[in-house]
Every structure is written in structure tokens, then in C-alpha cells.
């Protein structure tokens, strides 16, 4: 059996997380999953809508060097407008980073089950995007979110660590709530 490529590794390890940060949503009800354990720990569903923003921006970012140029599902598919986020401040990159608790608090986010569609709708566009990287496009160049110049692969690296904080913080947020606490063993 071949061993797999850098990209056949960052499409399996993305595929992974994504099904690990929805089954840790999947376990909680609509008010565990909205609730902030603290003023400083944002809940689960912020997380998880968080990383359906990472998830969309990236794949938009991606779609040029795999695909065609397409935009966010966040604006083309009106999830914005239909989630009235009309004139909200999404912080850095629409995407909930550099917001705040208090500001991330007031999001105007709607129930888990449409956050939940959201993130299955942009976890599944990135990693199609990822499914297409070979080894030409891995080590294609790319200016990643930070404006630094960098390659795709090292770019994909960098979101997948980003992720794998997240889904340590729902672990951690489902413990305090009773739950398992854990859905990587």
C-alpha cells in the first residue's frame, strides 16, 4: 500500500475534525449548546458557527487555485441575510476572530440546527476544495489570512491546528456541561 501525499493526509485529517466538531454539537441540546459557561468561554454553538466561518472563507480562498473563484456561502447563499447579521460586526474576516466575549455574546446566532447546516455546507465545500489539492497545488504559493506568503499545504497546516483548538474547546465545554468530554478517543 502507498503511503499517502501531503494532500491525501490534510483531506483525511480535515474530514475527521469536521465530522469531531459536529458530533460534539450533535450531543447537546439546543440550550446546552447556546449556553456560555463563562463570560470569558464562549459556547459550543459559537464555536461551531465559528469554524463554519473559517471553513467557508477558506474554501473561498482555495476555490481559485483548485476550481473557479467562488464566494462565501456566508454572502452568496444569503445565510447572512437570512440570519439578519445585516451591519454586525464579525470581527477579522467576518469570522468571529478578535471579536470579544461581550460582542461575541450578542451574536444574533439562530438554532443549533441551522448553524449545525451551515457548518456541514462549508465543511463540505472546503473539503472538496482539499479533495482536488495534488502535489502541484500543495506547494502552490499562497497568501494565507495573516498576509503571510506561504504555500497552500503550510496554509491548510495552519487550519487545521486553528480547528483542532476549537474542537478541544467544545470537548472541554461539553465537560463542563456533563457530557463526554471527549470525541477524539
Known sequence: MPLPTPSEIISSRLTKLDGQLLQVVDALTEEE???????TAPSCKWHLWHMARWADYVQ???????????PELWEFAGVADEWDFEGVDLGMWGAGSGLGNEIGKSLPLPSVSKVRAYAVESFDLLE???????????????????????????????YLSHANRHLGM????????????????
Open 170 to 185: 467544545l470537548e472541554a465545554i461539553s465537560g463542563v456541561l456533563g457530557k463526554d468530554g471527549s470525541v477524539t478517543v
Open 128 to 158: 472538496k476544495r482539499v479533495g482536488k489539492l495534488d502535489d502541484v497545488t500543495f506547494d502552490a504559493p499562497f497568501t494565507d489570512w495573516h498576509d503571510n506568503e506561504t504555500n497552500v499545504g503550510d496554509a491548510m497546516v495552519g
Open 60 to 70: 473561498a480562498l482555495l476555490s481559485p487555485v483548485v476550481d473557479v473563484d467562488t
Open 33 to 39: 449548546a447556546s449556553r456560555w459557561p463563562a463570560t
